[in-house]
């Protein structure tokens, strides 16, 4: 009879490298008593990755520098729990920031609004990923990018922004398709006010 532990790797295998999981993926194989020791010991043999509390990678391994096994990023983990819990999730805060390029600094915790539960989980003893129940409307957007600004300019005051700041949010404005009006309706009023100020 196949072991418990052959049966995980072997779905994590087809599923690929940098795949994320959780307990529950496998309790098909086992009792959660069962499936938690295989896990741990694949995180003792340095098979798989256990990144936070109840949540494992089958990690990447980066051969041309020597780097190794890559550990799954926040994004990665952050996606795996929205599609698990059947959720919906947008960068919120300085991580909104960072993905529209207003600030060059990655942020070391990550900030989502979601429809789905808040929670917060804590990745290798020193991150952080937090998601905040939002409001419907942050979901009602067509566009992504319509989405994002306002996520991003959500606790910041626009009338602080650099003027870098401002020439990176016209050049990704005027470089994308134009936010059609459904979408301009659902950003605050200043928001939506920059956003056509800053269009050629």
Not at 41 to 53: E, K, N, T, Y
Not at 83 to 97: C, L
Request: hydrophobic residues 40%.
């Amino acid at each position: 009879m196949e072991s418990v532990e052959n049966k995980i790797i072997s779905k994590m295998k087809k599923c690929g490298r940098g795949s994320v999981f959780f307990i529950n993926d496998f309790l098909a194989y086992g009792t959660r008593s069962a499936v938690s020791k295989s896990l741990e010991r694949m995180v003792l043999q340095g098979s798989i990755i256990r990144a936070a509390r109840g949540i494992y990678c089958y990690p990447k391994l980066e051969k041309v520098y020597g780097l190794g096994v890559i550990a799954p990023s926040c994004e990665d983990i952050a996606l795996a729990v929205a599609k698990r819990d059947g959720a919906q999730i947008v960068p919120s805060g300085a991580f909104a920031q960072y993905q529209l390029g207003l600030t060059q600094q990655m942020p070391l915790n990550y900030h989502y609004l979601t429809n789905g539960t808040s929670r917060t989980i804590t990745i290798d003893d020193v991150r952080t990923i937090t998601f905040h129940h939002a409001s419907p409307r942050y979901f009602a957007f067509q566009t992504r990018l319509a989405q994002l600004i306002t996520t991003a300019l959500k606790d910041w005051k626009i009338e602080k922004l650099s003027t870098e700041q401002l020439q990176v949010l016209k050049n990704t404005l005027n470089s994308n398709t134009r936010i059609p009006v459904s979408d301009l309706k659902l950003m605050p009023t200043a928001t939506r006010e920059l956003i056509l100020s800053l269009y050629e």
